[in-house]
């Protein structure tokens, strides 16, 4: 469809000749300079038209995107999240682990044993002396009674070690929200810029043509000439780098959303967002609240505190039930055909060379540890969440006054092209004119979506980004 369409305008514009007149007596630019119009204009060559076509043969299909498709695709395909998700669901499986000890214990045995006529005695333990020619097989059963807490506070210590896993998760999850509205921003800047440097090698291009003409009629120097080239060139080059920019952003936008291969995207606008609160103490309360990294910290305190519990309780007893069953098919003539016994077992340690004093000294150091971690994330979110308040507050008020320079831009460049009409002013005015239009547009495009990241970055830091 699109090679048709092109090829069809430049068969028309090769029948007609030159362009319409309404073409050429268009208003020198929209927004950069007032609305003349111009005595001529250049026909357009068949390696313009060749190139727009090379253009739309050439053209990535662009993707539709507003700025929540972009956060649910980044979500869904970045392997970060889907890391940090099945992280999560490992460490779900701890506590299980723990909590076996609280089941009965049973396993099967199969033994037979050949043994030398009198054999009575086997060295390297302690063990029955009398060892008979059998065959026997049976079940043994254990299970625990109590080992006063430590068990528990093993299990409590590892499903918070979970829950602190899933606000890693959650941070995971923000981060790649933060980075993929960042990227949406800055790609809305870079085509924004794009505009503006579009718009301005189209006007200098008008004003080229224009002065170039005059200078033919002898009604302006070949300096002005080569000074509105000048102009234009530098337009040029900062439209080469605004394409490139794009390129740049896309390329970020696709890799914050995990898309493989390069990728254009066509973005729609956001709303701006409500105007942050007079006061700041608020956000700073809701931050240390809601902010993930803070939650996990503190779930990770708790689970030390757990932990120093149970390793507390290795000096208590441990108490348990054996029973085994079973029967001996085949045997030496004295042994019973089959066999059981049931029986208690405590186990109280008594010694331990250190070992257990080390390892709970351990465990509530590493608590108090945790808890100055606690502290000083706090600290470091309450400044955080100041910086992007301040930073987002200072880029509402650059929109504000990017719109105020633009009008004077325009004012200015208004004069200028007027007293550079009448013969009162120089190219250099309307050249100086000209760039600080530019400036003021650039500056002006950016400035909105510069708030607008600030903006995305304040709920960040207070935990509101889900």
Not at 3 to 15: A, D, F, S
Request: net charge neutral.
């Amino acid at each position: 469809m699109k090679l048709t369409k092109y090829v069809g305008q430049v068969v028309n514009l090769r029948r007609v000749g030159n362009p319409p007149s309404d073409i050429c007596d268009r208003p020198v630019s929209a927004g950069y300079q007032p609305a003349r119009r111009i005595p001529s204009c250049p026909t357009l060559t068949l390696i313009s038209i060749s190139f727009l076509l090379i253009q739309a043969l050439s053209a990535q299909p662009m993707t539709h995107l507003t700025l929540a498709e972009a956060q649910r695709l980044a979500i869904q395909n970045n392997p970060q999240f889907s890391a940090a998700k099945f992280n999560a669901a490992a460490a779900y499986q701890v506590p299980s682990q723990y909590k076996a000890a609280f089941q009965p214990n049973m396993f099967g045995s199969f033994t037979g044993v050949g043994a030398d006529n009198g054999s009575r005695l086997a060295a390297g333990a302690l063990n029955n002396p009398v060892v008979y020619d059998r065959v026997g097989s049976g079940l043994s059963v254990s299970q625990m009674i109590t080992d006063f807490g430590r068990t528990s506070n093993l299990v409590a210590t590892a499903k918070l070690r979970a829950e602190s896993q899933d606000q890693v998760t959650e941070t995971t999850r923000a981060q790649i929200l933060l980075t993929t509205s960042r990227a949406y921003f800055n790609l809305l800047r870079a085509q924004a810029v794009l505009k503006v440097a579009n718009q301005t090698v189209e006007a200098r291009q008008l004003v080229v043509d224009q002065i170039s003409a005059l200078a033919e009629s002898k009604m302006r120097s070949t300096l002005d000439v080569s000074f509105a080239k000048v102009n234009l060139s530098d337009a040029k080059l900062l439209q080469v780098q605004a394409q490139s920019d794009v390129k740049s952003a896309d390329a970020d936008l696709a890799t914050a959303m995990g898309l493989p291969g390069e990728a254009a995207f066509i973005l729609e606008e956001e709303p701006l967002p409500a105007p942050l609160p007079d006061k700041i103490a608020d956000l700073i309360r809701e931050a240390i609240q809601d902010r993930p990294e803070l939650k996990d910290l503190r779930f990770q305190e708790s689970a030390d505190e757990r932990f120093a519990r149970a390793e507390h309780a290795l000096y208590y007893p441990s108490v348990g039930v054996i029973g085994t069953a079973g029967v001996v098919p085949t045997g030496y003539s004295t042994i019973p055909g089959r066999y059981g016994a049931i029986g208690m077992n405590i186990s109280i340690p008594i010694f331990s060379g250190g070992l257990f004093k080390a390892r709970q000294s351990e465990a509530e150091l590493r608590t108090k540890a945790a808890g100055q971690n606690v502290s000083d994330l706090e600290n470091r979110v309450a400044r955080d969440v100041r910086v992007a308040y301040l930073n987002a507050n200072t880029a509402a008020d650059r929109m504000t006054l990017t719109q105020e320079l633009l009008a004077n831009a325009e004012q200015a460049l208004d004069l200028a092209q007027t007293r550079f009409d009448a013969g009162l002013g120089t190219i250099v005015e309307l050249s100086q004119a000209q760039l600080n239009l530019t400036s003021a547009q650039i500056g002006n495009a950016a400035a909105k979506y510069d708030y607008q990241a600030q903006r995305v970055m304040v709920d960040y830091q207070i935990g509101a980004l889900r």
